[in-house]
């Protein structure tokens, strides 16, 4: 029972059925979705009670229906199997690091390019941040909120449509849902030529974080990852909420 669903060896088709995304994870991704859309754009309720939303809707509810309907949680793993795909995920953070690095001698730059300082009002106006609240809050969204956006993305809607209609059906519809989940939470931020951008940019990171997981078999590496752009994003936008 712990064969992959894209394993050539895997003849088991009432297996691969079995772990295949189904009317009950159509619904849950749904319900997880416009649940967060809800509490976040048209209650606007408090970042505490979004967080608290989003764990359940991401990471709780996508693991009781694996664990207590189909019985099978093989989409969530974060091991890397072998020697040579540990000295990969290393290589693959030194990278990125060195990516933050370049990101942070243009953070001037690239602040103005993209408006952050209004970007930081908008944060400001909705969710009410002292300094020590943003703080936190970028620990949070590098860690915790990465997380559940993985678990939920690329484990469990990624490798369970996977089992249904292969890789590359899978990921374009797994990117195309990340991209325009982030709407609920940038709508505000650019004006339409840039929303777009950001869109395509964020619909082209969730394929590249596809491919990571889909070579790693792991979760491990691209949580990493986007625990890093959000980092990075964050390093670009501190100098404008301190000021």
């Not at 982030?182 to 590249?208: E, K, T, Y």
Request: overall charge positive.
């Amino acid at each position: 029972m712990h064969l992959k669903c894209n394993d050539k060896q895997l003849t088991q088709s009432n297996l691969q059925n079995a772990r295949a995304f189904g009317w009950v994870d159509v619904i849950a991704v749904i319900v997880s979705i416009l649940a967060y859309i809800i509490v976040a754009r048209v209650f606007n309720l408090s970042y505490p009670v979004k967080s608290c939303v989003k764990l359940i809707g991401f990471i709780i509810a996508p693991l009781c229906i694996s664990k207590y309907c189909y019985r099978d949680l093989f989409w969530l793993k974060f091991q890397i199997s072998s020697d040579v795909l540990r000295r990969k995920y290393w290589v693959l953070i030194i990278a990125s690091f060195v990516l933050l690095c370049i990101v942070f001698l243009f953070r001037d730059v690239l602040g103005g390019v993209f408006g952050v300082a209004r970007i930081i009002d908008d944060i400001r106006y909705r969710n009410h941040y002292p300094v020590y609240m943003f703080l936190f809050g970028g620990l949070y969204i590098s860690l915790i909120n990465t997380l559940a956006e993985e678990v939920f993305f690329r484990g469990y809607i990624l490798k369970r449509l996977i089992c249904r209609i292969g890789y590359f059906k899978a990921s374009f519809i797994s990117s195309a849902i990340f991209s325009v989940y982030h709407l609920v939470i940038f709508r505000n931020w650019f004006n339409p030529g840039m929303l777009v951008l950001a869109l395509v940019g964020l619909f082209i990171a969730g394929l590249i974080l596809n491919q990571f997981t889909e070579n790693f078999d792991s979760l491990l590496p691209s949580w990493t990852i986007h625990g890093l752009m959000n980092i990075t994003l964050f390093v670009v936008a501190i100098p404008f909420f301190l000021t």
